[in-house]
């Protein structure tokens, strides 16, 4: 039987200031870097072993990743960065406090923008001050696949041939796995792995540094899912 954790980030600079994240590189809070080593002491306290760890190219995921495995002394374990798990990219909102941009544009407009499964937000041009193609870290991806925004559907959509690729035959080989991502990869993965409605993955939340432990069979169905720590 296979297991997969799942951990969303630790609370970052930006979650703390209410702003638009999505593919900004910002820090780990220090409430973030607590929650990351608490996530540790979880698996430590319930045993659990990881064969491989996958995170994105994003600093909040990479530590979480890292110090969720210092504390519980796996550090050492094979580990694949990808920008497949990066978070959403949020377009032209990235940035922007959330607060602020709700008194200009409305609520509603902007729970749309947050939660639907479908509906981009306004989109950066490559061109653009803050665009993705102006990283490095992107330099070797095929600049039509650099977004300028997503919304969760396209999210799910680059998300899930990794998962096919890389991190499923590694389940279906019994490895037990840890992805350390982002709210909204992490969102994608949970709708495909539990066949989540496009209505009801609007509701679905993932805390900040709460590891979700779910078991597999031989076949890659879910046999439980927890939560730790509650």
Known sequence: ?????????????????????GWVDVDLSEKGVEEAKRAGELIKEAG????????SVLTRAIKTLHYALEVSGQLWIPETKTWRLNER?????????????????????????????????????????????????????DPRIVPGGENLKVTLERVIPFWEDEIA????????????????????LTKYIENISDADIMDLEMATGEPVVYDFNEKLEVLSKEKLGK
């Open 1 to 21: 039987m296979a297991k997969l954790v799942l951990i969303r980030h630790g609370q970052s600079e930006w979650n703390l200031s209410n702003q638009f994240t």
């Open 48 to 55: 659990l072993e990881f064969d491989q760890a996958y995170t």
């Open 89 to 141: 990219h949020y377009g032209a909102l990235q940035g922007l406090n959330k607060k602020e941009t709700a008194e200009k544009y409305g609520d509603e407009q902007v729970h749309i923008w947050r939660r639907s499964y479908d509906t981009l937000p306004p989109l950066l041009k490559a061109t653009d001050e803050g665009s993705a193609a102006q990283d490095r870290r992107y330099a070797d991806l």
């Open 169 to 188: 035959p590694k389940l279906l080989d019994g490895k037990n796995v840890i992805i350390a991502a982002h709210g909204n990869s992490l969102r994608a």
